[in-house]
DNA sequence: CGCGCTATTGATCATCTGCTCATTACTATT
DNA sequence: AATAGTAATGAGCAGATGATCAATAGCGCG
């Protein structure tokens, strides 16, 4: 199978638009191949197969970015950035709507934004890989929602039960652990998340002797 | 630095017991080491840092094992197999236990064979390569463990609640997440999860409104 | 003690992989 | 239509990596 036509075979990949895009939209288009790529083969994937599904040579990769070191921090800065929007720490201690609904809100949007395969397993090979961009993400999400959220649930909550942070963590892992089983371990998981998300919460809510209304 | 002294540096690891083990002998301490090394580095670790890490040639893992796959292969099997007691199916039907403390038990122990660095960031790694194992272990937990504990709080459950397998994956995935955060993410995390543990118990038998004495 | 078996080695191969750079050819501009 | 600027190519290097195999040397046995 020898392709005689158009510019010698980039990569096997037909009808795709051809050369010479502008270098932002290149650029562009490389970052979201990648991200794509790395998602699915880890981030020990090689620069040569990524160039071929991306119709191009390996070696334009390197016209981009200087090393694949680059390449994978900047799929790391698509992935990561714009996760979690600012205004969810103020959302989340705005006591005119019952804390109930806040979790729900968070939750759901939330849930929408990571139960995503490329985001799932980007952070986790990330992680795995020790990435400082990923120990700050949970920091940051621990400071600016979860840290809230304790105060939050304690203000309503009867002192009876000390809640700890512990207590948060749970809560949120039960919920992140829908998107690990559907996306790091493939397993069926509920395409919907939204029931399983409500009661995750309001069996939390229940434990802290914590009613809807509230 | 020009080491003259023993057979020739075998690695750099001085102090260990030397050459000529009994196959069987070499074998497992083959294993066991691939295991830490894989775990750390990813299963694209390469074999000559494997070796000089064991005090050995390269070549000598390839008299024991035909590939690199292989070898993984017996990771794999090293890490997976016995994870989960045959006789917990039956210690959590025993009707004679409160489902409280079964589930106390069972957790407690789960908990302390898998909270262990090499066995989360191998599942993990090996989970996220799609390995088969993974998923015959997931399926594996799920009908021998999950699914009879579905079946359990049913039973005792006001049936005002329809309890779905979903609800114990929650119970499940807020446990296991404490291993993840401390072991994949490398975050602080309790010590002694035995705490944490009971609460996320408590607070899944509380809003199924099963006693504690039940 | 000497010998034979075989666990272990060291050198080496073929391929892979990140990266470089001189050359090519697309496209905007005139 | 000719040209200049540069996006993209393709050949190729150096080092890494999985795997092979003949040679070596530790150890049990007579």
Chains 1, 2 share one sequence.
Do not use: C
């Amino acid at each position: 199978m020898d392709l005689k036509d158009g510019p010698r075979d980039p990569g096997a990949n037909p009808g795709v638009p051809r050369r010479r895009l502008p270098p932002k939209e290149r650029r562009e288009q490389i970052v979201e191949g990648a991200v794509a790529f790395f998602a699915e083969v880890g981030l020990d994937g090689n620069t040569r197969e990524l160039a071929q599904r991306l119709g191009v040579t390996q070696s334009l990769l390197f016209n981009y970015f200087d090393t694949k070191e680059a390449l994978i921090e900047a799929v790391y800065a698509r992935v990561y950035l714009d996760r979690l929007s600012p205004d969810w720490p103020d959302r989340l201690t705005d006591r005119t709507i019952p804390l109930r609904q806040r979790l729900l809100d968070f939750y759901t949007e939330y849930s929408s934004l990571i139960f995503e395969r490329h985001w799932m397993r980007i952070f986790m090979f990330s992680g795995l890989a020790g990435a400082a961009l990923n120990h700050r993400y949970l920091e940051h999400l621990g400071e600016v929602i979860l840290r809230p959220l304790l105060a939050e649930t304690k203000a309503l909550s009867g002192d009876a039960a000390d809640i700890t942070m512990e207590d948060i963590w749970n809560l949120h892992g039960g919920i992140v652990y829908i998107g690990i089983r559907q996306h790091i371990y493939r397993m069926p998981a509920p395409e919907n998340p939204e029931e399983a998300i409500t009661r995750a919460i309001d069996k939390y809510l229940t434990f802290f002797q914590i009613g809807s209304d509230a």
